[in-house]
Every structure is written in C-alpha cells, then in structure tokens.
C-alpha cells in the first residue's frame, strides 16, 4: 500500500470516529452553550491538540503496552471515567446557563486555558482512544512507514478532528441553537450531566484487549 492510499485509509477511519457523538462532543457542546463560542473554540482545540499525544505514544510503542498492561489500563480507566463522572455532576447540579452572545468572552469566569484544558483531558483520558489508535495504526499503517511521516498523520488527524469541533461550536452558538438551549434552561445541564455520567460509566466497563 503506498503512503498516498495508507494515509486516505487511515483518515477515512478517523473520520467517521471523529464525528460519533461521545466525551468529547458533550464537552465541547457544553463550553458552547454555557461559557459561549470562544471557549468552545478552545475546547475544540483542546480536543485536537490530545491527538497528538495519543498518536505520539502510539507510534513509540507505549500505547500498545497500556493496551495490554491490565494494571496500566486499569489506572487510565479509572482516572477518565472519574473525571467524566465529576464533570457529570458539576453540570448536573449548575444552573441554568446564562448563554452569552456569541463570540464573547469573560476572562473573569472563564479563563482560556481552563477550555483547554477541559477539552485536551476529555480526550486524553478516555482509554477508548488509547485502544481506538492503537488498534487503527497497527492495522492501517504499515511498521516501514517512517516515523516522521507517521506523526504527520497524527498532525493531520489533530487539525482535523479540532477543525470538525470548531464547526460544531460555531453551530451551537448561532441565534437558532441559542434559543433552543434557551428554552431548555436547567434541564441542558441536566442532560448533558446524565450524558458525561453515563459515558463515565461506559469507561469503567471498558476492557482492555
């Protein structure tokens, strides 16, 4: 398979993964709807940018050894679905969002790299991606493709699946979304809690392979 087609291949896998809804959509909705586009936007970034950590120890080794450590596995397993149980909550228990006018910002409530951070950790800690990568680069990428252009692939994902929830943030602040999210009131953080919740629980269940 040439590098052209590997790539294609490893990307059109990618894609239809990326635009599943999970952790990382309900985080990225949620920084949409109540703290406004901007942090959104650097949620989704945020997103992106754990792409390139999953794939930069995918293609060292280190992920398959997490993939098939039970203690390793375990460990990761339960941090993320901990972190997703405690953000289920939070936004169980918020109030109902303010819905800032798109594209503002309040530094004094939201700071940028708390978005970021929440979108990055999100990705970083759900073991499902630890799994979902590994098994994508051993089956698609062939272990003669140069490591350089392997994190090239892991660049292109990143820009891509950032760029995919930028669109999403962007559609989820617009004067439409607004004022459904609007009539929802508490009952969006409500929702979106049992959501981050019940995805913290599917993680907990997750088996390493």
Request: glycine share 10%.
């Amino acid at each position: 398979m040439s590098h052209t087609a590997e790539f294609l291949s490893l990307m059109a896998v990618f894609l239809v993964a990326a635009v599943t809804p999970g952790a990382d959509f309900a985080c990225v909705m949620r920084e949409s709807v109540v703290h406004g586009r901007r942090a959104g936007i650097l949620a989704a970034i945020g997103v992106g940018s754990a792409i390139l950590v999953h794939v930069g120890y995918t293609v060292l080794g280190i992920g398959l050894i997490v993939a098939h450590s039970v203690v390793a596995f375990t460990i990761v397993k339960w941090v993320g679905a901990a972190y997703l149980v405690w953000l289920g909550v939070k936004s169980f228990r918020a109030p109902a969002p303010t819905l800032p006018d798109p594209g503002t910002h309040d530094p004094a409530t939201r700071p940028a790299h708390r978005s970021l951070t929440i979108g990055a950790l999100t990705n970083l800690l759900n073991p499902k991606a630890t799994l979902f990568f590994v098994s994508l680069f051993s089956t698609i990428v062939s272990p003669k493709t140069p490591l350089a252009l392997q994190f090239g692939y892991g660049v292109a994902m990143a820009v891509t699946l950032a760029a995919w929830f930028t669109i999403v943030a962007v559609f989820l602040t617009t004067g439409t979304a607004r004022a459904a999210f609007a009539r929802a009131g508490r009952w969006f953080n409500r929702a979106t809690g049992l959501v981050l919740i019940g995805l913290g629980v599917r993680v907990a269940l997750q088996r390493s392979t």
